[in-house]
């Protein structure tokens, strides 16, 4: 992918770098999100192999660079110099990048990468990374909250038609089954991804036939090991009714009916009707799959009113991320190196509290408690780390980190001067992983706030900085 996945700004910035000489000089950045999504107490960290490959091959082509010559700057002639692109067509990416595991628990002001290196090349990335963070991490978010919602049920994602494009849509895909899902119907991120594929017919199908019963006749000739009928095209109680008629002739050739698919109307009642004329048929193993406008909160209205539904299959409010359809995901250079070598800290001021950036060369620390986090400290490497943590939400508040079994640094080593150095597990073990966790956090915190802070050090140097910038504090 080209590094013109960006925003012009940081294209000109870059040049302005390059321009001034401060291009080379050692800088760090973190990428973190500001508040829970879904107004949750979790996120699952995804989108990090989509930044891996991104820079694996990060470079400037000759296309680019002919575009980059071409564009017109306002005030006439030419925006970037050609000796700026020359410079540009020999660059080749040389930073360090630590980040947070995809399949990870994460919250709210702890960071999921730290970049350290040139300048322009930090700035440079900084969309891009933006880009494939915040939108698998909120939809691989949104996954596992439908699958906590399905309580162990599986749930299917079905919603290529709906997503942004058909980049979200691949990005969505591999996303929701880290989070959880069981598999997509989306045949390309299958293959991309290894993810297991789900699907059958649609009313096309039935309405194909001259009737019902003909459509699903014929669906179960053709394709026996694939035995799911959808059965709302028409009435959907006699949907069923054709249903069983075909899976009992199916029966006799020693073919299972799987499951038969609700689409549309009340899912309770109906499913419950349906599992009624399925049993009396001799059915059981038959299962119900519901798709239609799903999300968790329907999913637990559905199982609170007795729905008899076995299989979820989520679209648009899964890829699309209804409820939330962005994480507010950030970028900030939190240490610049001086002439002299020496780290010179920076951090953002704002009227708002939670938009004053955290300072410093960070890790992550998470405390854990039988396996399970219990809290998280954000802390300045070279400064170390103090008994005490200090919480972002009441920051005059200082607590000990005491009640843990073990702890872990969460940002691990991906890139070290431009080289990969870090093998991700499979999908699969990435997805195990996040519902382990899940599951687990979900059981230990329930709806509490997860505790995050700094590190007592951290928490001073802040103020410090804050205070040289006129801000009281």
Not at 49 to 75: I, K, N
Not at 129 to 139: G, K, M
Not at 311 to 337: E, F, N
Request: aromatic residues 8%; negative net charge.
């Amino acid at each position: 992918m080209s590094p013109l996945l960006t925003d012009l700004y940081q294209i000109t910035m870059a040049y302005g770098y390059w321009r001034l000489g401060m291009h080379e000089r050692p800088a760090v950045f973190h990428q973190l999100f500001r508040k829970q999504p879904f107004k949750g107490n979790y996120a699952v960290a995804a989108g990090l192999a989509s930044v891996m490959d991104f820079l694996r091959h990060w470079h400037f082509s000759e296309a680019d660079l002919a575009y980059l010559a071409d564009l017109p700057a306002p005030a006439g002639g030419k925006l970037f110099p050609a000796d700026f692109l020359a410079y540009l067509r020999e660059l080749r990416f040389t930073c360090d990048v630590d980040a947070v595991p995809e399949g990870t628990l994460v919250f709210a002001h702890a960071p999921l990468l730290r970049i350290t290196g040139p300048l322009l090349q930090c700035q440079l990335i900084e969309t891009a990374l933006l880009d494939f963070i915040n939108f698998q991490t909120l939809i691989a978010t949104k996954a596992a909250r439908v699958c906590q919602a399905a309580a162990g049920d599986p749930v299917l994602e079905f919603g290529l038609r709906r997503a942004q494009g058909p980049d979200g849509a691949l990005s969505a895909s591999r996303a929701a089954y880290i989070g959880g899902c069981m598999a997509t119907s989306n045949v390309l991120a299958g293959q991309r991804f290894d993810i297991p594929l789900s699907g059958t017919q649609a009313h096309s199908w039935v309405t194909a036939f001259p009737d019902e019963q003909h459509a699903f006749d014929a669906y179960a000739d053709v394709m026996p090991n694939n035995f799911v009928l959808l059965v709302d095209t028409y009435d959907t109680i006699q949907g069923v009714e054709h249903a069983i008629v075909t899976a009992t002739a199916m029966r006799k050739k020693g073919v299972t009916l799987r499951a038969i698919r609700l689409d549309s109307g009340d899912m309770a009642p109906l499913s419950i009707a349906a599992r009624r004329l399925l049993d009396a048929a001799g059915l059981h193993e038959t299962q119900i799959i519901a798709s239609n406008s799903l999300d968790e909160y329907e999913i637990i209205r559905l199982k609170q009113a007795g729905a008899a539904i076995s299989i979820w299959g989520v679209g648009t409010r899964l890829v699309t991320a209804h409820d939330q359809p962005a994480l507010d995901g950030v970028y900030k250079l939190t240490a610049l190196a001086s002439m002299a070598g020496d780290w010179e800290y920076k951090l953002k001021i704002s009227d708002t509290a939670e938009k004053v950036s955290n300072p410093g060369i960070q890790q992550v620390r998470r405390y854990l408690r039988q396996g399970v986090p219990c809290a998280d400290l954000i802390y300045d490497i070279p400064t170390g780390v103090s008994p005490q943590q200090v919480s972002l939400s009441t920051p005059h508040l200082t607590d000990a980190i005491e009640d843990y079994d073990t702890y872990v640094d969460l940002l691990q080593p991906i890139f070290r001067a431009g080289t990969c150095v870090y093998v991700p597990p499979d999908i699969h073990t990435t997805r195990a992983t996040a519902q382990q966790a899940v599951q687990d956090f979900c059981q230990t915190m329930g709806e509490k706030v997860y505790p995050v802070g700094l590190e007592k050090n951290l928490h001073t140097i802040k103020l410090q900085l804050m205070s040289l910038q006129g801000v009281s504090v």
